[in-house]
């Protein structure tokens, strides 16, 4: 675990932007999503990363339960071929 944060604290954290998730701003009806495969953590950060236009980096497959209106970076093939 040492070693990880370590690796985040030097080559990551000095790249990227901390953001506010703005929960309060949230349109429910993009994070409460019946019909499919639900992960509440999943659905939070798709609707981040809608709403700073960020860039999500996952291999993740359930992400292709969102649409298609946010960037993904990703290895999974079933998640590019979705997305």
């Given at each position: 675990?040492?070693?990880?944060?370590?690796?985040?604290?030097?080559d990551i954290?000095?790249n990227?932007?901390?953001?506010?998730?703005?929960?309060?701003?949230?349109?429910c009806?993009n994070?409460?999503?019946?019909?499919?495969s639900?992960?509440?953590?999943d659905?939070?950060?798709?609707e981040?990363?809608?709403?700073?236009?960020?860039?999500?980096?996952?291999?993740d497959?359930?992400?292709a339960?969102?649409?298609?209106?946010?960037?993904?970076?990703?290895?999974?093939?079933?998640?590019?071929?979705?997305?």
């Amino acid at each position: 675990m040492n070693a990880i944060l370590d690796i985040i604290k030097t080559d990551i954290v000095d790249n990227f932007t901390f953001i506010d998730d703005g929960f309060s701003k949230m349109n429910c009806q993009n994070i409460f999503i019946y019909g499919l495969s639900y992960d509440f953590n999943d659905s939070l950060l798709v609707e981040i990363a809608r709403q700073h236009k960020a860039i999500l980096i996952t291999n993740d497959a359930d992400y292709a339960n969102y649409g298609n209106d946010f960037q993904i970076v990703t290895s999974n093939k079933f998640l590019l071929m979705s997305h």
